[in-house]
């Protein structure tokens, strides 16, 4: 159990740039203690832990969750689409599946001439990637179209509604918050 909270304490401070110095400074722990617990050499008292996950921005929990049941690459192969009942977009779930992922990656296909959804409004943010085609974005009335190759982000708070006004398929990447699937 050391040995993994060790890891991911190493595997933290440097995806965070940050030197044993650094995070010295901003725990108040000696350089040699860090070492050792990075090295799995020291035991490592609760009161630490919490300096350390502060300190990387990460809560306590994060080191002990186990990240072997998870599913991090997500093939073609794997990729089915699948339709929701209401719509007559098509979807194709991207993300992979792992505890509190925040991201939500899917590829939408909107028929010629649908709209997709309704204008509607829901907590987070939406990135959309247009790869095929022209959507009609309307944010709160006013209107933005997004060609094959221009993206739009924009909060989700905002009332927002998609349309597709082509006479061929229009195919979207959105990545969103909050997880929808």
Do not use: C
Request: hydrophobic residues 40%.
């Amino acid at each position: 159990m050391i040995d993994k909270i060790s890891e991911k304490i190493r595997n933290l401070r440097k995806e965070q740039n940050l030197t044993l110095k650094d995070l010295s400074e901003k725990t108040g722990l000696s350089v040699s203690f860090l070492s050792q617990v990075e090295r799995g050499s020291s035991s490592l008292a609760i009161t630490s832990l919490k300096k350390i996950a502060d300190a990387l921005n990460v809560p306590m929990s994060y080191f002990f969750k186990n990240f072997d049941n998870h599913k991090f690459l997500v093939k073609s192969s794997e990729q089915k689409p699948f339709k929701i009942e209401g719509s007559n977009s098509e979807f194709i779930r991207l993300s992979g599946n792992f505890p509190d992922r925040i991201l939500e990656a899917i590829i939408v296909t909107i028929p010629p001439g649908e709209k997709h959804g309704h204008k509607f409004n829901h907590p987070g943010e939406e990135f959309i990637y247009v790869l095929e085609g022209l959507l009609l974005v309307n944010l709160d009335g006013k209107d933005y179209i997004v060609k094959a190759g221009d993206s739009i982000h924009y909060p989700s708070e905002i009332t927002h509604l998609w349309i597709n006004p082509l006479e061929k398929n229009t195919k979207i990447l959105s990545i969103l918050t909050p997880v929808i699937f």
